[in-house]
């Protein structure tokens, strides 16, 4: 099975800044990644899939890179609104989630 | 529309089966892999099991032995059905509808386990 490990598990940041969070896999997963964002007591809602095209409605501040076995989310600028919990999903053998990141406002 | 809607109960007793409906409208699951994914309470996600549109299932390894998910396509339902439950399969349980890995989740469903 693969196993994604996610950082960091939290990341406290304000409004207007740069963040990155990252995912490795235990195994390269040839660009089959997608980024969720999930708000309390919601469902998740994809972001970004196949490692950086970006979902239809979310905002061009999203943006999501890497290869192999290491990616990357970015939002370039952040919002009131992006101030949330974040998901990795590994889909190419099987699905594989990371542990989440929760993004704090500082 | 596309949506995707669980209904089961809330309340399930230890070592009982659990038993959970998703309804979905908008797609057919006959062109479409619907998966089960749950979230224990204030914890990451867990892929469950998945049914292909072709009507195959997959499982997470170490649930299988629990697990069945099944669907009526004549209903466009998806059922899931896990057994033996113990406290720590409480959670949210949710059905998603895949497109490039999962694209579109339900409301999810809120399970606890507790005698």
């Known amino acids: 099975d693969i196993q994604m490990t996610q950082s960091p598990s939290f990341l406290s940041a304000s409004v207007g800044d740069r963040v990155t969070i990252n995912c490795k896999a235990s195994?390269?997963?040839?660009?089959?990644l997608n980024w969720y964002q999930q708000k309390l007591g919601e469902a998740p809602k994809r972001l970004i899939y196949?490692?950086?095209n970006l979902q239809t409605g979310i905002p061009s501040r999203f943006s999501g890179s890497g290869s192999g076995t290491d990616y990357t989310l970015t939002i370039s600028s952040l919002q009131p609104e992006d101030f949330a919990t974040y998901f990795c999903?590994?889909?190419?053998?099987?699905?594989?989630f990371g542990a989440g990141t929760k993004l704090e406002l500082k | 529309q596309v949506r995707l809607k669980e209904s089961g109960p809330r309340l399930v007793q230890p070592s009982q089966t659990l038993s959970v409906t998703c309804t979905v409208s908008?797609?057919?699951?006959?062109?479409?892999?619907v998966s089960w994914v749950r979230q224990p309470p204030g914890k990451g996600l867990e892929w469950v099991g998945a049914?292909?549109?072709?009507?195959?299932?997959d499982y997470n390894s170490a649930l299988k032995s629990r697990l069945s998910i099944s669907r009526d396509t004549s209903k466009n339902q998806v059922f899931l059905k896990m057994n033996s439950l113990q406290t720590d399969d409480t959670g949210t349980y949710y059905c998603?509808?895949?497109?490039?890995?999962?694209?579109?989740w339900g409301q999810g469903v809120m399970v606890t386990v507790s005698s």
């Open positions: 049914i292909w549109k072709g009507g195959s299932t």
């Open positions: 195994q390269n997963i040839n660009k089959y």
């Open positions: 998603a509808k895949h497109s490039e890995g999962i694209l579109l």
């Open positions: 999903l590994q889909h190419n053998s099987f699905y594989t």
């Open positions: 196949n490692t950086n």
């Open positions: 908008g797609f057919s699951v006959t062109s479409y892999h």
